[in-house]
């Protein structure tokens, strides 16, 4: 498989309520390249996951699907932050560039 032009970037928690439209969105695109959607999803307390797993199935080679855990959070200031989910997604993009 060769390697995707574009990456493009997306960080997920608890968007249960906007996640499909972002994903679907980004699949609307009409490009003449390869690219690939790699979700970080960080362990949603609401259906996002479930979600972000249904279209990742219809897609398997659009979508890398990678799933964190609360374990890995890192907080600020004693405050949860997505910055390890991003982090990870990030490194997990294979694309020359990448959309955030």
Do not use: W
Not at 35 to 49: K, L, P, Y
Not at 56 to 82: H, M, Q, S, W
């Amino acid at each position: 498989m060769a390697q995707p032009l574009v990456s493009v970037c997306l960080i997920t928690y608890n968007h249960e309520k906007f996640i499909r439209r972002a994903i679907e969105s980004v699949l609307r695109q009409r490009v003449n390249f390869k690219f690939e959607i790699v979700i970080g999803e960080d362990d949603s307390s609401d259906r996002t996951r479930d979600i972000c797993q249904a279209i990742a199935e219809e897609y398997p080679d659009l979508i890398n699907l990678r799933l964190r855990n609360r374990e890995d959070v890192i907080c600020r200031f004693g405050k949860p932050t997505g910055a390890h989910n991003f982090i990870k997604t990030l490194e997990d993009c294979n694309g020359k560039y990448i959309a955030l």
